[in-house]
């Protein structure tokens, strides 16, 4: 069965630079959510979409943006990266709003050096 | 503060043993979930409870609900290597369902 696909798998970025990170969520899902898991903690909600529109939003930082496309792939587009940032960025996907079930991507391991 | 505290933090133990770990919480919740996290990989969904009460069997793991809706266990009987991994219990929140977390049980079972 399909699976999330998260991309790129590993990125490396020094301070103040930009990243993007793109998820293609399961075949008629058409919900997506984003999560951030630093080192040793548990994955905390960024920000989700629901049919192209922002549904929710969590503790993401004004220097991150993120959008839900026509295909309902997303990307999280992250600016002025800080050593902070470092960490793997989940995507998960829903087959509709108000579902039990979420399946996440591999997720991003993004490092900032 | 955390919503969901989950215990124990770590538990290392032999293969063929048994174990529960716990999700606690003051708060009411209409559904839990449990996830299963290997390292440098998403979490992945192991049950929902939503019934107070509620127990759930998946082969060697059984899931418990708390009468009351505030906590849940996970019981794994006669643990292999293969169940290593960070354990999450997780709640829904908000109208579009976003995941809240605990910290998780970092299970590891030496062969």
């Known amino acids: 069965a399909a699976g999330v696909i998260q991309s790129p798998r590993h990125l490396i970025k020094e301070k103040r630079e930009t990243a993007t990170l793109k998820c293609y969520p399961i075949?008629?899902?058409?919900?997506v959510y984003w999560y951030q898991q630093g080192p040793g903690q548990d994955p905390q909600f960024l920000i989700s979409f629901y049919e192209k529109m922002q549904s929710d939003k969590g503790s993401i930082p004004d220097r991150f943006s993120a959008q839900q496309f026509s295909d309902y792939h997303s990307e999280l587009n992250m600016s002025s990266l800080e050593l902070g940032d470092s960490a793997l960025y989940f995507c998960a996907s829903s087959p509709r709003a108000g579902a039990y079930e979420q399946y996440f991507g591999p997720g991003t391991r993004l490092t900032v050096t | 503060t955390q919503l969901l505290e989950q215990s124990p933090q770590f538990l290392s133990i032999q293969e063929g043993e048994n174990l529960t770990v716990y999700c606690n919480s003051s708060?009411?919740?209409?559904?839990l979930q449990w996830y299963r996290q290997e390292p440098g990989e998403g979490p992945v969904l192991l049950v929902t409870v939503v019934t107070g009460g509620e127990v759930k069997k998946l082969k060697r793991l059984t899931f418990q609900f708390g009468d009351a809706r505030k906590d849940s266990s996970l019981h794994i009987t006669a643990a292999q290597p293969g169940d290593t991994g960070l354990y999450l219990c997780?709640?829904?929140?908000?109208?579009?369902?976003?995941?809240?977390f605990g910290a998780g049980t970092r299970l590891a079972v030496h062969p």
């Open positions: 708060s009411v919740f209409s559904s």
């Open positions: 075949p008629r899902h058409d919900t």
């Open positions: 997780a709640v829904l929140s908000g109208g579009y369902n976003k995941l809240i």
